[in-house]
């Protein structure tokens, strides 16, 4: 059981369009990560966010904290095919397990 | 600075087996936690070992142990082996920092049960 809800599951677009994704929970967060993983590889950490209602922003990809610590969102603007994977969000309470949810596997094609 | 590296990259074991994934964890990192992630599922926490000690445990049975050595390299051991442990095995390692605990995965152990 996945404790955070990602949407869309699969996501398919055209070079130079943007795409987000969401990353929902009934839960608050201390911490929240997004990862990004390419199949047969381990997942590699993009960003922590912390704060309710922080925003980090990591060249093309904007990183948002819902105000309340339950939701997070990933923005790409202009997407790549570079930037196909499987995205992954993944929440720590006040302990030091990470809760993950399943995933939004993203496709851009050329 | 050296990442995380988990071996073997592949391994095929029969049902009823017993089989052991090791993990060394990035220079400076302290923490190794490890996770099972299924074919189209995000992974599952097994269990964290922090300075040679387990330091939470998800929802696995004991079959499912580990130890941490002085180095901070671990070992996850799974006994009598069924099918739906097929699955990647991911190991984590961080340095922990109050309320952060950033997590840098190796590149897992894919373990097939037949």
């Known amino acids: 059981t996945q404790l955070l809800e990602q949407s869309p599951q699969f996501l398919s677009i055209q070079e130079g369009e943007n795409l987000t994704v969401y990353c929902n929970s009934s839960?608050?967060?201390?911490?929240l990560q997004w990862y990004r993983q390419e199949p047969g590889e381990g997942p590699v950490l993009l960003v922590t966010?912390?704060?309710?209602?922080e925003v980090k922003k990591l060249k093309r990809l904007t990183f948002q904290f819902g105000d309340a610590r339950k939701d997070s969102s990933l923005h790409i603007t202009a997407a790549q095919p570079g930037d196909t994977g499987l995205y992954l969000c993944?929440?720590?309470?006040?302990?030091?397990?990470?809760?993950f949810g399943a995933g939004t596997t993203v496709t851009v094609r050329a | 600075e050296t990442g995380v590296t988990q071996s073997p990259t592949h391994l095929i074991k029969t049902r009823g087996q017993q089989v052991t994934l090791r993990c060394s964890s990035q220079?400076?990192?302290?923490?190794v936690s490890w996770y099972q992630q299924a074919l189209g599922q995000g992974p599952q926490f097994i269990f964290q070992?922090?300075?040679?000690?387990?330091?939470g445990r998800g929802n696995f049975p004991p079959r499912f142990s580990g130890l941490q050595f002085p180095n901070y390299s671990s070992e996850l051991n799974v006994n009598a082996l069924e099918l739906d442990d097929s699955a990647l095995y991911l190991c984590?390692?961080?340095?922990?920092?109050?309320?952060?605990?950033?997590?840098?995965f190796g590149p897992g152990t894919r373990l097939t049960v037949t």
């Open positions: 984590a390692s961080s340095q922990r920092q109050g309320a952060i605990d950033e997590q840098y």
């Open positions: 839960s608050v967060f201390s911490s």
């Open positions: 966010v912390v704060t309710g209602g």
């Open positions: 993944a929440g720590r309470h006040n302990d030091y397990k990470l809760s």
């Open positions: 220079s400076g990192h302290n923490t």
């Open positions: 070992y922090y300075r040679e000690e387990e330091n």
